[in-house]
């Protein structure tokens, strides 16, 4: 079974305070984080022609400008996964004080996920990881995070 996973993840009242795009919203996760989740469209009408942000599949062009921006407020994350059947990439960047403070990361399988997670504060406290711990496990496609907003 697919897990394909496009978002950004921040702590949720930096999140509430600084998300404005339109297509998507704020979906609390554990752990006092929250995603905003970027399917197709959104990430499509946020790319504004410039050179993608590497090494990334589904990263807007021009997001990471914005991304640090609301850096300034606090660590936010950037994580995209694309797993089948056990194998496929998990990717993520972490911005904090307006610049990039880890990442790009792109390894295939598990793992950058979890640690951009620790940068922004989560824990694994009794779970396999942050990745569960936070419950990004809850939905398989990023489109069905928009349902739990």
Do not use: C
């Amino acid at each position: 079974m697919a897990y394909v996973l496009s978002a950004v993840v921040a702590a949720e009242p930096l999140l509430r305070r600084v998300a404005d795009l339109p297509g998507t919203r704020v979906v609390p996760l554990a752990q006092g984080l929250a995603m905003l989740p970027l399917p197709d469209a959104v990430r499509a009408a946020l790319d504004d022609g410039t050179r993608p942000f590497t090494p990334f599949h589904e990263f807007p062009g021009g997001l990471q400008h914005t991304l640090a921006a609301w850096s300034d407020a606090g660590p936010v994350a950037y994580i995209e996964a694309d797993i089948w059947g056990g194998t496929g990439d998990q990717s993520v960047a972490v911005w904090g004080r307006g610049a990039l403070t880890l990442g790009p990361l792109v390894e295939p399988n598990a793992g950058p996920i979890s640690l951009a997670l620790r940068h922004l504060g989560a824990h694994a406290d009794g779970h396999h990881d942050e990745f569960d711990a936070v419950g990004l496990g809850r939905h398989r496609r990023t489109e069905a995070w928009l349902k739990d907003a």
